[in-house]
């Protein structure tokens, strides 16, 4: 939609960065992370069968990732895009055609939902672990949470204890003094112990509350789709050729002034100016022209984009980036953080968007961002991030838009554009509108 941040570059932060270390370390074992935004039907029902145990919501994103030997939980930005990897493959045999003669369905059952029990128990919430003790402790934890799932599943011991069993087989015992995952006969005596204390309870029934089971099904795609059915209808928006956007606002005592044009099929360009002492100033100008671009300032040298903010950007269906994220998007996770109930997509992987349960609206954005230049996060280099909230919509020539924006970046700034105009497919030359995008 509205690329409205770039220019936080211009915008100095004093406020705690993360880490990128995470990402990168995502990147290094998942070398196809960005891409391959595919959902495995295979894999969301063995999921949705896991959760629907005891009802719980899904907080991560299951992504395929060829460098895991089979599955791993992590998080790539602290609370906010936890990840279960998976090999390709691995989760075929969880296929619920033939459950319960397959001791490799539970197996892989037991590991998928050791992987989910990290993120139910919040083990990536406050760091890392900080001794040994602490990440066996959670280990044990994590294998406790799929014994209960298998338990409630209908798996028998046996079953539940394949794929340990199989471990301590295969690979056998080591010394765990120095090793964040306990000894297989250990871990094997904890799930047969833990197994063993719920032998009298009854099995739960899956949770079936209808709320639950919509939230554990529905897709980005659905998610997506609903957005722009609501906001004007996929045939319309795509007849959009070319979208002004403007907007003014107070950035301390000066007055702030917004434009946008966005044009098919992903040229964009913006300019933020401020008015000062009566002269208007342009603060920053960026320029994308459907190949490459530029960030170009009144104080500073040009900042070229790199390769990877050019694919990000040709990426985009402007004017109205969403209708790239129809199968290019993945669910990240339903939340009631705000009040309401959101689902929250992951279209790229420094972005969340929010959307909200009843209305289908965005209602905000999360981005991490390079500090130093407000575009895509550079590994190794210092990360910053920032939310943008969108309110009021409003019709403008029949596309329901926000006419507010409220941006918050993580240094407290707070930036209100509250009259946001539009329009589309103004009456201007096609030749005077690519002149905009020229750059040298
Ligand atoms: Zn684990």
Redesign the pocket.
């Given at each position: 939609m509205k690329r409205l941040l770039i220019f936080l570059f211009f915008i100095s932060f004093y406020g705690n960065s993360q880490n990128y270390q995470d990402i990168e370390r995502g990147r290094n074992f998942c070398g196809s992370l960005a891409k391959s935004f595919a959902s495995e039907r295979v894999a969301e029902d063995a999921l949705g069968r896991i959760l629907s145990v005891f009802g719980e919501k899904r907080n991560f994103v299951v992504q395929q990732c060829d460098n895991v030997s089979n599955a791993?939980?992590t998080v790539l930005h602290p609370s906010t895009i936890r990840y279960i990897f998976y090999r390709k493959g691995y989760l075929e045999d969880v296929n619920s055609n033939y459950p319960y003669l397959n001791t490799k369905y539970w197996s892989n059952m037991f590991v998928l939902a050791?992987?989910v029990?990290?993120h139910i128990k919040g083990h990536f919430s406050e760091g890392p672990d900080t001794s040994i003790q602490e990440a066996q402790m959670?280990?044990f934890e994590?294998?406790n949470y799929a014994t209960s799932i298998l338990f409630h599943l209908g798996a028998t011991l046996s079953q539940t204890v394949a794929w340990t069993n199989n471990m301590l087989i295969t690979e056998g015992d080591y010394d765990d003094s120095y090793d964040e995952?306990p000894t297989y006969s250990r871990r094997k005596s904890a799930i047969i112990r833990a197994y063993n204390s719920l032998s009298n309870s009854t099995p739960r029934t899956p949770k079936s509350d209808n709320t639950d089971v919509a939230d554990m099904y529905i897709t980005a795609n659905d998610i997506v789709l609903r957005y722009l059915e609501r906001i004007g209808g996929l045939e319309k928006l795509k007849s959009i050729e070319t979208m002004f956007v403007e907007g003014k606002t107070k950035f301390q005592e000066y007055e702030m002034e917004y434009l946008s044009v966005l044009t098919k099929p992903n040229k964009f360009a913006n300019k933020i100016s401020l008015k000062i002492d009566g002269n208007t100033n342009t603060l920053t100008k960026i320029i994308f022209n459907g190949t490459k671009g530029v960030m170009l300032s009144d104080f500073q040298k040009p900042i070229y984009f790199k390769p990877k903010d050019n694919k990000i950007y040709s990426f985009k269906s402007m004017p109205i980036e969403e209708i790239n994220w129809i199968n290019n998007s993945k669910i990240a996770f339903v939340t009631m953080e705000s009040g309401s109930k959101e689902y929250a997509i992951y279209s790229q992987e420094n972005q969340i968007t929010y959307f909200d349960a009843n209305t289908g609206l965005i209602t905000r954005k999360y981005e991490l961002i390079d500090k130093e230049t407000g575009l895509a996060p550079i590994p190794g280099k210092e990360t910053t991030s920032t939310y943008t909230f969108y309110y009021d919509y409003k019709v403008f020539n029949g596309i329901l838009l926000p006419s507010r924006f409220k941006l918050f970046t993580q240094d407290g700034t707070t930036i209100d554009f509250s009259n946001m105009n539009y329009m589309i497919n103004p009456a201007v030359s096609k030749s005077n509108i690519n002149s905009l995008f020229y750059f040298e």
């Open positions: 791993v939980a050791h992987e029990g990290h959670d280990e994590a294998d995952h």
